[in-house]
């Protein structure tokens, strides 16, 4: 393999568009080399260098390409990435790696058997709300955390006559698997495998055909931590709640990368992941209410790794354990919220 990898993207919508082309495009040890999409134009007007394919299979047939990004429909990630492993393709496959534990451990263990890498994209890692969180419980700023609640929350109303694949109804559909996967990983990173997991999921919106809302408790002995995403909060500014045995941080408000990466600006702006100060959290602690400034936020390190995994050997930011855990704690999920009961995890 040479040292600059050759990619391939399948599906160029917010996923493939906004979030891995820039980042990919910028970064000089990898070259985006073919995008499989139904919107030829779109891909074009990006970037005309760029080889288009109708389908797939024809992106997944070129010898050249070594590693392929999933950004397609929820119900076709498992079989895409299963026929580009087994063309000889490391993947990365957008969220959710699989709709259930046993396709994604299936996937992980060909993965395993091709000698090719199989991850999850899980960019809110690199957040800067997330960030910052995570030095801050480093530092041991709240004392002993015995309570953590993360929001992500939307006003998203059905559109009228929507055509979009994500409010049909169907399996893998629905914001459990759209940005439930984001908190889950952010939780287990933080905290490990639960003892337990409790959930519900529902319906909000008029007129939805997917599950909109879910709240989901995983338990811990040591600490509660409360996980809740809604798509009617018109009023969302509620990000972080942490509380510990010697403070508390309160933060709002969300990474800015999205946003400005959606208006065509590039990672190679330094400001990219710098947050308005009127997102930054506060630190409650000694009396005191501390404005804690937020660390920027940077997804490049996602790709850096990708490469040093593929190149080095390095080992994955994103791990199958990672994968395999958050894959059955929405197996869980979905499963108390139907029985209504804690299931140990």
């Known amino acids: 393999m040479s040292q600059v990898v050759q990619v391939g993207l399948v599906g160029f919508g917010l996923s493939g568009r906004y979030f891995h082309t820039p980042f990919l495009t910028v970064n000089p040890k990898f070259h985006l080399k073919k995008i499989a999409s139904s919107r030829p134009d779109a891909v074009r007007e990006f970037d005309p260098s760029i080889d288009w394919v109708a389908s797939p299979e024809e992106l997944f047939a070129d010898p050249s390409i070594d590693l392929v990004f999933i950004c397609s429909p929820n119900e076709t990630h498992v079989d895409y990435a299963r026929k580009a492993l087994e063309q000889g393709k490391h993947v990365v496959v957008e969220k959710p790696f699989a709709l259930t ?17 199989a991850t999850a994209y899980q960019n809110r890692r690199w957040d800067s709300d997330f960030l910052t969180i995570k030095q801050l419980l480093a530092d041991g700023a709240l004392g002993k955390l015995v309570d953590y609640e993360c929001r992500y929350d939307r006003y998203t109303p059905v559109p009228p006559n929507s055509q979009s694949w994500k409010e049909q109804a ?7 698997y759209n940005l439930g996967p984001h908190l889950l990983d952010q939780a287990l990173h933080l ?19 997917v599950p909109d ?12 931590v409360r996980l809740e995403s809604s798509l009617m909060m018109y ?23 999205e946003e400005r990466l959606r208006t065509n600006r590039l990672p190679s702006d330094p400001s990219l992941g710098i947050e308005p100060d009127d997102r930054w959290g506060t630190l409650y602690r000694d009396g005191k209410a501390d404005i804690i400034e937020s660390a920027p936020g940077n997804y490049t390190p996602f790709y850096d790794n990708l490469y040093d995994v593929i190149i080095h050997g390095a080992q994955p930011e994103i791990t199958p354990t990672d994968i ?13 919220s139907r029985s209504l009961r804690t299931l140990p995890f």
Request: aromatic letters at 6%; zero cysteines; glycine letters at 10%.
């Open 324 to 336: 395999q855990q958050l894959a059955r704690v929405i197996d869980l999920a979905q499963e108390s």
């Open 101 to 117: 534990e046993r396709e994604a451990t299936d996937l992980l263990e060909l993965a395993q058997r091709q000698g090719k890498l």
């Open 213 to 224: 809302y879910f709240d989901i408790k995983l338990g811990y002995t040591d600490k509660v």
């Open 191 to 209: 905290f490990g495998a639960p003892e337990t997991v409790q959930a519900t999921v529902r319906i909000l919106r008029p007129n939805s055909h």
């Open 170 to 176: 169907g399996t893998g559909r629905g914001n459990l």
């Open 235 to 257: 009023k969302n500014s509620l990000r972080y709640s942490l509380h510990g045995t010697e403070g508390s941080f309160l933060k709002g408000g969300l990474d800015p990368q």
